[in-house]
């Protein structure tokens, strides 16, 4: 079992303390004893954009994230686009099990999705950010407002009085919140490019280095910039919050870009992700 498959079977059965354990003994437990459950996916990032794997990517909040966690390898897409693969993590199936195996699909009728399971076992479950899943009835997140729902966005800027919200509102029942960034999908409008020089970068090697790659490359960049910056935000606001060692920290890239040969292909930087757990939870548990 790959790394990304063994967490989805922990969010398939996420009923407690015991998460990785089984979900019949861990339903027994009280609701208090329960983690939290914070999951950041961002959009079109490779798995290799961030600086604890390559070093001209600033991501100093996910890099943090790295260090006092676990880094998972040997994570993988089972399709290198946004739907499908949104569908997969919110059902624990394959997409060609749960129906939503194309870009603009729907789950089958009848499939169970992680809202719906985990409201069942007593967590509120909320969704930042970008939706792009079908059919919405299927999925009942609570919205929860402050990042951009449109992936095609010019201005993909987040608030956190959405956030901050979400997570305080009642201490007694433990939550589930998908922060589902937008960064960094095109059109590469947030960030600063220039503070990249174009002609220091270094390009991945599959790349043709022309002018035009470099610039669109710094604008890639300057997206996970402020890709960083929102995971930065939403950390510090559980650890303000002290809610921190009681969360279940997932981070987890989505397909590559849309730069040459990542996303739409079955190549390593199309489905090739980047993943991380902070499980300080588990730690104390077991």
Not at 111 to 119: F, G, N, W
Not at 262 to 269: G, V, Y
């Amino acid at each position: 079992m790959t790394d990304k498959a063994l967490l989805l079977h922990w969010l398939a059965a996420c009923s407690g303390p015991l998460l990785a354990a089984g979900a019949a003994q861990a339903q027994q437990a009280a609701p208090a004893q329960r983690p939290n459950i914070l999951f950041i996916l961002t959009d079109d990032q490779r798995w290799d954009a961030v600086g604890y794997v390559n070093p001209i990517v600033r991501t100093p909040h996910i890099d943090s994230l790295a260090r006092a966690g676990m880094r998972f390898t040997n994570a993988w897409n089972s399709v290198s686009t946004s739907v499908p693969t949104r569908h997969c993590l919110y059902t624990g199936m394959y997409p060609i099990r749960n129906g939503g195996h194309y870009n603009l699909s729907a789950i089958r009728e009848g499939v169970e999705t992680m809202p719906v399971r985990l409201a069942r076992l007593g967590y509120r479950v909320g969704l930042a950010g970008k939706w792009h899943i079908h059919p919405k009835e299927a999925f009942p997140f609570e919205r929860v407002p402050g990042f951009a729902v449109n992936c095609l966005t010019k201005d993909p800027s987040h608030t956190m009085k959405g956030v901050e919200e979400f997570v305080s509102r009642d201490r007694k029942e433990p939550f589930c919140l998908v922060v589902a960034s937008v960064n960094p999908h095109v059109p590469w409008t947030g960030g600063d490019p220039s503070k990249f020089d174009l002609s220091k970068l270094v390009l991945p090697p599959h790349f043709v280095d022309t002018p035009q790659t470099r610039k669109s490359y710094a604008a890639y960049l300057a997206e996970i910039d402020l890709l960083d910056r929102e995971v930065g935000d939403v950390v510090r606001v559980l650890r303000e919050r002290e809610l921190l060692d009681d969360t279940l920290v997932i981070f987890l890239s989505e397909q590559g870009s849309q730069l040459t040969g990542a996303k739409w292909t079955n190549w390593n930087t199309g489905v090739h992700a980047a993943m991380i757990a902070l499980m300080e939870i588990l730690n104390r548990t077991f």
